[in-house]
């Protein structure tokens, strides 16, 4: 199987900054995309940013100029950086990965982390 474990929310005044982490581990053959998703209180889980194995990445213009994806191939690990942090970006925070299995029957799947909380106060 395969695991992902976040690391670095928190709580953060209003204007700094916080850097997730995300480790996958397990029976991994290779992994495409990886990213970050969040979901604020009361609301649907939204995009944040992804990046490809070839270090293509995406973001929603929500955190355009101010987070910055990146990721650590050799370590399976993705990180966001997350500088002037605002209170609307206080949401639950999970990473994903499109992994290949490296065990029979060798899918390719998503796999999630299980969240961590970011909360920005103003």
């Known amino acids: 199987q395969v695991q992902l474990v976040e690391s670095g929310g928190g709580l953060v005044q209003a204007g700094g900054s916080l850097r997730l982490s995300c480790a996958a581990s397990?029976?991994?053959?290779?992994?495409?995309?990886m990213g970050w998703y969040r979901q604020p209180p009361g609301k649907q889980r939204e995009l944040v940013a992804t990046?490809?194995?070839?270090?293509?990445?995406k973001s929603a213009d929500s955190v355009k100029g101010r987070f910055t994806i990146s990721r650590d191939n050799a370590k399976n690990t993705v990180y966001l950086q997350m500088n002037s942090l605002k209170p609307e970006d206080t949401s639950v925070f999970y990473c994903y990965a499109e992994v290949r299995t490296g065990i029979p029957p060798f899918t390719t799947r998503d796999y999630w982390g299980q969240g961590t909380q970011v909360t920005v106060s103003s």
């Open positions: 990046i490809t194995s070839g270090g293509i990445t």
């Open positions: 397990g029976s991994i053959f290779s992994i495409n995309a």
